[in-house]
Structures are given as C-alpha cells and as structure tokens.
C-alpha cells in the first residue's frame, strides 16, 4: 500500500539558511500534519492543513511557514535556521478530520543544522 | 487541552517476558487513544487505537491494550516480548476536537537475549 512519502531523507544545512521540505500524502488523503521530534524527544506538533487550509497550529516558529497545494502534498518552509531547529520531522496524513482517524507517518526528514 | 503521561522512559525485559508500557491521560472531552511504535531511523507506525466499543483493544505483532476511564489510562502490554520489539514506544491521545495529536515522552523498550 502507498504510504506517506517525505523528501528529502535528509538534509544539512548551515546557520542563518532556509530549507524546504516536501511531504506526499497517502492518495486521497486530503489532511496533512507536520510535526518536530528532537533528539529523545516525543514529536511536537507544529501545524496540519484540511483541504489546503491551515486547520490547526501547535508550537510552530515563526520563521517557519507550510502550505498545502492542490494536489495535496505539503511543504514545510524553514528559514534562519538555527542549532536548535536539528531534529527530525515528521509528516503525517489522515482522511478528513473526522472522529478518530488515525494519522500515517512518513519516514521523516532528518534535519541538520551546522 | 489534552495530555499524555508515559511513566516510564526505559524497560529492559528479557526476551519472552511479559511486558507492560504505561500511559496515562488528561482530558476534558471524549478522547481517542493511539500507541505507536518507532523503530531506530523509522518513523511512527500504528500499533492500535482505541476509539469507543470495546475496552480492549488488539493490534499489529501481538500488542494489545486497555482502556480504562476510571483510571484515564490505557497500558500497553504484550504477553511474550521478542528481541525484534525492541523500539521507542508513544502513546498518543485526540481529543474529540480538532485534529491534533498529543505524544507522550516515549518508553524505550529494551529486550534482552
């Protein structure tokens, strides 16, 4: 079954620079979430988008802005990247947000930021 | 809001033990339960969910859990551990509202030959 795809796997970056990353959501899969898990710790949501609108907003910075296109994918967009934005981040899809439905994680994307 | 406890952050165990994964909860509506499983460099994959009916909930590689109102818990256990369990386990609570998920810290889950 087709799952969740997260680009790129991985990506370095240096202080002060952007970065762009791209979540595939399941087909037909219209609800997109992003969240951040640093290192040892539990995945804080940041943002998730229904039908590209921005349905609901957890700890995400300011520098940070996502989108959700058309066709359903997602970017997350990240700029002055700091030490402290390196972690893992995770993308998740789910049908509409309906009662229950659980959400599909993607592989992740591991940030880092040297 | 809601909120997730997981009381302990390792278990070692050893292989065909039985094993028990907390998880408590707080919330002020009707909630959704999720356990996840991570293992290293993965991403999450759904063990179970619990969303009404019955209290007792079976999911993928022989876990199950409980729910348990009373006591806003809902534990993981598995009867016999295999080496291949070993992971980072995260509850997982949705509130009624909204769409969000909130994890707990995680309970790393250790098992030993």
């Known amino acids: 079954a087709a799952g969740v795809i997260q680009s790129p796997r991985h990506l370095i970056k240096e202080k002060r620079e952007t970065a762009t990353l791209k979540c595939y959501p399941i087909?037909?899969?219209?609800?997109v979430y992003w969240y951040q898990q640093g290192p040892g710790q539990d995945p804080q949501f940041l943002i998730s988008?229904?039908?590209?609108?921005?349905?609901d907003k957890g700890s995400i910075p300011d520098r940070f802005s996502a989108q959700q296109f058309s066709d359903y994918h997602s970017e997350l967009n990240m700029s002055s990247l700091e030490l402290g934005d390196s972690a893992l981040y995770f993308c998740?899809?789910?049908?509409?947000?309906?009662?229950?439905?659980?959400?599909?994680f993607g592989p992740g994307t591991r940030l880092t930021v040297t | 809001a809601q909120s997730v406890t997981q009381l302990d952050s390792q278990v070692p165990v050893f292989e065909e033990a039985p094993v028990e994964l907390r998880c408590n909860y707080s919330?002020?509506?009707?909630?959704?339960l999720f356990w996840y499983v991570q293992y290293p460099n993965q991403g999450l994959q759904l063990l179970l969910k619990?969303?009404?009916?019955?209290?007792l909930v079976k999911g993928i590689n022989g876990f199950e859990a409980e729910f348990n109102k009373s006591q806003t818990s809902f534990h993981l256990r598995k009867p016999s551990v295999h080496i291949s369990d070993t992971a980072e386990y995260f509850c997982?609570?949705?509130?009624?509202?909204?769409?969000?998920?909130?994890f707990g810290t995680g309970t790393s889950l250790t098992v030993i030959p």
């Open positions: 998740a899809s789910s049908l509409e947000p309906g009662q229950g439905y659980e959400q599909y």
């Open positions: 087909p037909r899969h219209d609800t």
């Open positions: 988008f229904y039908e590209k609108m921005q349905s």
């Open positions: 919330s002020s509506v009707s909630v959704y």
């Open positions: 619990y969303l009404s009916g019955s209290t």
């Open positions: 997982a609570v949705r509130g009624n509202t909204g769409n969000q998920f909130y």
